[in-house]
C-alpha cells in the first residue's frame, strides 16, 4: 500500500506548506522571558472530508501549543482516565483554536496531533516494551516517531469506490452486489464505542466487527433508516464484511506508524505497529 513516502514532520516530498509559521502562545506572563511555543501539524485528511462550517474544512494543517505541565496534570488525572476522557482534555487543551470539538476530529488527524505533540514533549524515540509474536518474550524496544508516513487516503484504485466529497464514499459488495454507502471514524465514534462496551462491562474488542460496521454504514442501496444498516451489519457475509473493512482503511487519511520489530531472544522480525500504550506520553528516560 502506498504511504505517499511523507515522512511526519520531515515534509521533504510535499509540497511547500505556505500556512503561518508558528508562534509563541502569547497568555497572562507576569514578567517570564518564555512563552509557549506553538506549532503547525500536517492533517492527513488535507481537511477533505469535513463539511462546510467546520472549522477544519480545506485545512491542511492544524495549530498546537506545546505540551505543558498543565498537560501532563490531565494526563495523570484519576477521575479522567477512569472516564476514558484524559486524551480528549489534553488534545482540547493543546488546539489554538478553541471552535474545533476534538470529538469530530477524523482518527487519521487526531492521531497526527498527538504523535506531534509528544514527539515535541519528549523527543521522537518511544521505549516501550514489546511482546514478541514470535517467542512471547517481552523485551523494551524503541520506536522512532519521525520514522512514521502520512497516508492520505488515496490508494484503493482497482476497488470500485466512488468518492462522493461529502466525507462519505459508495461501493458495491462483491457477493451480495449490495451497494453500501459508508464514512471515516471521527473521535465522537471512539468515544461511543468506549462507552457502549464500559456500559455492558464487555471487552471493547469482543464486538469488534460489528460495532465497526455500524458505525462506518450510512446506507444501503440508498437506504438510511437503522433497520436497513441493522440488518445489513446482522447478516453481512464474510466475504462482504472483510470488503467493506479493507477499502475503509484504504480511504481513510492516517498516519502509518509500522516499523521493523527484531526480536532479541529469538531473532524473529516483522513490520510492527507501533503501541500507543499508557506509557506513550512517559518516556522511560
Known sequence: MSRNKDRLGTGTTKPENNSPPPQALQQDNPGFSFVVPTEFVDLPSNGLYYTEGHPLHGQDCIEIKQMTAKEEDILTSRTLLKKGVALDRVLQSLIIDKSINTDTLLIGDRNAIIIAARRSAYGNIYETSVTCPGCAAVQAHSFDLNEAEVYLGDDYEGFDVVDNSDGTFNATLPKTQVEVTFRLLTGTDEKKMLNNANKKKVDIYENII?????????????????????????????????????????VTPNIDLTQNFGCDECDYEVDMEVPLSADFFWPQS
Do not use: C, F, W
Not at 460496521?213 to 464484511?241: C, F, R, T
Open 210 to 250: 460489528t460495532t465497526q460496521l455500524n458505525n462506518i454504514v450510512v446506507a444501503v442501496n440508498g437506504d438510511n433508516s437503522p433497520q436497513a444498516i441493522k440488518y445489513l451489519v446482522e447478516n453481512i457475509p464474510s466475504m462482504d464484511s472483510r470488503h467493506l473493512r479493507v477499502i475503509n482503511k484504504l
